[in-house]
């Protein structure tokens, strides 16, 4: 069986999921337009994973996936977290934070996995890493189809090895965090998705600079098996992501992104701005830390509408990007006329 058979979807595209963006009104808005829509529950508690789900269920019933952040064994260095607290003490003066607590978090990902078994999804998907063998052994139980994250060919190898059902190889263009786990190479989807068919059986899911129809149909034709777009979606009409964020989506022309730590600590890719500026070269705490430190300088940033000091994640192909309903979007993809 193909995988759109497999995942019950009409077109082989997957909306990304997109933790912070994807509310349930944008989610279900993806699957009644006929692609696989996801929920981005990395930043979620199990409760708001919870409604969420519940959420998207009550307003579609088709099918959709909750994606999560698997987590770290990193290692908390004091005097580390401080520098980095320091060093983003210039940028907290600017939009008027002289002082600011950043309560460390906590990842929620065993009490999200309990909460995907009790509420029935079917689909999991999985970035940061690959769970581990008993996470794994009890979703297959309860029958949920596993998805893994690669940005090269190892990780492929052993999302497969472990056991996912399928995989997303996200190439370097892609917008947001990079899903890597073994190594922080960066190969473009050119690359990634060849050698990637090669070297595994499972179906492969083409990540990273979808832009419009003729991509979609290359990869398609390349052996990928559906497509998962981001940026491509993010200045949906119905998508979750702050206006401000929408606007420079909209506004973009070329690829005005870049990667940086500087957010969170992990490598993501976004629109260059004065806060990836300022972090040049300065101290960084590992991810998840540097996270929770530039939390509250996001949120203020965000409230202000100071777009400056907001982490505008979007891809390489920003520029193609086009606003519209999800529909009219989707509608892009697949060649039907715009509504
Ligand atoms: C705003 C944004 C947030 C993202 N958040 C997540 C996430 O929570 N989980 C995940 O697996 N991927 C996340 N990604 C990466 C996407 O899954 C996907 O790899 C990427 O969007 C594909 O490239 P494109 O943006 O060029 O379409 C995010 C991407 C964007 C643009």
Request: charged share 20%.
């Given at each position: 069986?193909t995988?759109?058979?497999?995942l019950?979807?009409e ?31 990395g930043?979620?508690s ?10 998207v ?14 987590p770290?064994q ?16 210039p ?19 065993d ?37 893994g ?6 990780e ?6 472990v056991?996912?059902d ?37 179906p492969?899911?083409?990540?990273g ?8 149909e ?23 992501a ?26 993501a ?17 590992p ?5 929770d ?7 203020e940033?965000?409230s ?16 193609e ?9 989707v509608g ?8």
């Open positions: 069986m995988l759109p058979k497999n019950g979807i077109h082989p595209i997957i909306q990304a999921p997109m933790a912070g963006i994807t509310t349930p009104e944008f989610v279900a808005a993806c699957a009644e337009a006929g692609v696989l829509g996801s929920i981005g529950a930043y979620l199990a409760e708001a994973t919870r409604d969420s789900i519940r959420e269920k009550r307003l579609t019933n088709k099918p959709f996936a909750v994606n999560l952040f698997v770290e990193t290692e908390m260095d004091q005097e580390q977290l401080r520098q980095a607290y320091l060093a983003l003490h940028i907290g003066k600017k939009i008027g934070l002289p002082f600011w607590k950043a309560p460390l978090s906590e990842s929620s990902f009490a999200q996995i309990a909460v995907i078994i009790d509420e029935g999804v079917n689909i999991c998907s999985f970035t940061f890493g690959l769970p581990d063998e008993t996470v794994i052994r009890d979703l297959k139980e309860h029958g949920v189809y596993l998805i994250t690669a940005t090269n060919v190892e492929a190898i052993l999302a497969e090895k056991g996912m399928a995989v997303v190889v996200q190439g370097k263009e892609a917008g947001g965090h990079r899903g890597s786990f073994l190594s922080e190479e960066l190969i473009t989807l050119d690359e990634l998705l060849p050698s990637s068919i090669e070297a595994v059986r499972i492969i899911i083409a990540a600079g979808i832009a419009n129809r003729e991509q979609l290359l990869q398609l034709s390349r052996g990928a098996q559906a497509v998962q777009i981001g940026t491509a979606l993010l200045a949906a009409d119905e998508s979750g702050h206006p401000l964020h929408k606007e420079a989506v909209l506004a973009a022309t070329g690829n005005s992104t870049v990667l940086t730590k500087a957010f969170s600590g992990k490598p890719r976004g629109i260059r701005n004065q806060f990836i500026d300022m972090m040049e070269g300065v101290p960084i705490a991810y998840p830390y540097q996270n430190l530039t939390k509250k300088i996001r949120a940033a965000a202000k509408g100071n777009l400056e000091f907001m982490s505008l994640w979007a891809g390489e192909r920003v520029g990007t086009a606003g519209g309903t999800v529909e009219e979007i892009r993809f697949v060649g039907k006329a715009d509504g």
